[in-house]
C-alpha cells in the first residue's frame, strides 16, 4: 500500500505541473512519511511505475525537470481512483483505531453487502491464471441456485455492490454475477483464452450491468439547471458530452445501447429530465 500512495503522489504531482524538479517528485512522495525519501528510492519507484503500470518518467537535463507520459498499459484514472478508496479506507481505519468512538461516526450505505469476501481470492487468482471456475449462483429470481462454468475476467463495483464479469463458456456470452449471491466456487483445471478487452468494450456501452441494450445510439437528455451539479458530478455514463447550457435547459448527449438501468437513472429524475432523442424505454 506504501508504495501505491507513493505512485498516487507522483501522479498527483504531475497533474499540476507539467514538469517537476527531482526536489519536488521526492517531497510529494514523501507526503504520508516522516523523512525525505532518498534519490534511491525514487529511482526504484520510478521503475516499478515504469515495468508495472507503464507510467514513463524522463529527466530533461537542460531544463533540470522530469516529466511524465503513459501508455495504455493502465488507466491512469482507475488507479488513482483505485488509490484514493484505499487511502480513505486507511484514514477511517487509522480514526478508529484511535478513538472506538469514531464507530458510530462512520456510517455506510444501507443493504452494503457483507460477507461476499470469501470467493474473492479463488476467483482473483484464477483470473490472473486465466483458470475456468465453476461457480454456484443464487439469482433473486430463481428459486435455487444455478452452476455455471466461467472464465472470471475482472471485479466491478456497481451500486455499491462487487460483480465478477465472466465469460460463461458454455455461449460465449458475457455476464455479471453480484458476489455476495455466489454460494461455492470450484477450479475447472482448464485454461481459457482471455477476452478481458471484448467484455470491458461491451460493458462501456451500456448503464449497469444489463448487456440486453437496444442498440449503440445517441441518446439525448434535457434537464433543469437545478440538475446540472448532479448530472456533471456523477455522470450517467463516461461518454457524456454538453449539447447545451443555457439558463432554461442543461442538455447532454450520450453514446450508449439504452436499457433497463439507464431507464431507472433516468426516471430518478421524475419531471427534472425530459428525453430528447432515443430509444430508452425498453420494458
Not at 512522495?29 to 515495468?51: A, G
Not at 456510517?107 to 479463488?122: D, I, L, P, R
Request: proline fraction near 3%; charge should be positive.
Amino acid at each position: 500500500m506504501k508504495e501505491l500512495l507513493r505512485i498516487y503522489h507522483v501522479l498527483a504531482l504531475f497533474e499540476r505541473k507539467e514538469a517537476c524538479t527531482l526536489d519536488e517528485i521526492r517531497k510529494a512522495i514523501s507526503l504520508d512519511e516522516p523523512e525525505l525519501v532518498s534519490y534511491e528510492t525514487w529511482n526504484r519507484l520510478r521503475n516499478k511505475m515504469l515495468n508495472h503500470y507503464g507510467f514513463v518518467v524522463t529527466y530533461d537535463k537542460e531544463s533540470n525537470t522530469s516529466r511524465i507520459s503513459f501508455d495504455a498499459k493502465v488507466d491512469k484514472d482507475k488507479l488513482m481512483g483505485l488509490i484514493h478508496h484505499f487511502k480513505t479506507m486507511g484514514l477511517l481505519q487509522g480514526y478508529i483505531d484511535h478513538d472506538k468512538e469514531m464507530i458510530e461516526r462512520v456510517e455506510f450505505e444501507q443493504g452494503m453487502s457483507s460477507g461476499s469476501e470469501a470467493h474473492f481470492n479463488a476467483l482473483q487468482h484464477a483470473m490472473m491464471q486465466n483458470h475456468s471456475m465453476l461457480i454456484s449462483h443464487q439469482g433473486y429470481t430463481k428459486s435455487a441456485p444455478v452452476d455455471y462454468e466461467v472464465n472470471p475476467l475482472y471485479f466491478k463495483q456497481y451500486q455499491n455492490r462487487w460483480y465478477l464479469i465472466a465469460e460463461i463458456t458454455s455461449k460465449g456470452t458475457f455476464r455479471a454475477f453480484g458476489i455476495d449471491r455466489i454460494q461455492r466456487v470450484k477450479p475447472k483445471g482448464k485454461v481459457f483464452k482471455n477476452r478481458i478487452k471484448e467484455a470491458k468494450k461491451q460493458f462501456s456501452q451500456v448503464v449497469g450491468l444489463d448487456l440486453k441494450g437496444n442498440g449503440l445510439q445517441d441518446v439525448i437528455i434535457a434537464f433543469d439547471p437545478s440538475q446540472k451539479p448532479y448530472v456533471e458530478s456523477i455522470k450517467l455514463h463516461q461518454s457524456q458530452t454538453i449539447i447545451s447550457d443555457t439558463p432554461e435547459k442543461y442538455i447532454i448527449k450520450i453514446r450508449v445501447s439504452p436499457n433497463y438501468e439507464l431507464q431507472q437513472q433516468i426516471q430518478k429524475f421524475g419531471g427534472l429530465a425530459e428525453v430528447l432523442e432515443g430509444d430508452w424505454i425498453c420494458f
